[in-house]
């Protein structure tokens, strides 16, 4: 749960197979208080889940090994993250794509290139939020 003004206390499980993509999203992720993890491929981030129990995940499509679709199927096979979030962050926003990744369970998409505020509107959009009254 996430304050909606607050700073973002969550554990994020951040993944992208460009370098510079989790860079930035881990930096504006960090200063807005959350704990990342970070994945360069669906393998490493399903290797990560089984320790890590993350408040969001996000994630990139095009990854070596496994992309971010089989990932996102892999996840929501696994009964202890059936309701955790998932956003997708992605420079290809055909209606198709979006469309099949939210049918096997992403929450949401973010298009990049991105900038904080639109990063952080998306996880708040995608986390029950806490101080509504």
Known sequence: MVDRDGPL?????????????RAQAEAAL???????HVSSDGIQGLTQLMYLRPDIIITGISMPQMDGLGFIEAVR??????AVPI??????????LKTRARN????GWLR???????????????????GEG
């Open 9 to 21: 206390d969550l554990t994020i499980l951040l993944q992208h197979r460009r370098i510079q993509m």
């Open 104 to 107: 096997i369970g992403a929450s």
């Open 87 to 96: 956003l997708v962050m992605s420079a290809n926003t055909s209606p198709v």
């Open 112 to 130: 990049d290139p991105f900038s904080k505020e639109q990063l952080m509107a998306a996880i708040r959009a995608a986390v029950p939020v806490t």
């Open 77 to 82: 096979r696994l009964e202890y993250l059936r």
């Open 30 to 36: 960090t200063a807005a208080g959350c704990t990342v």
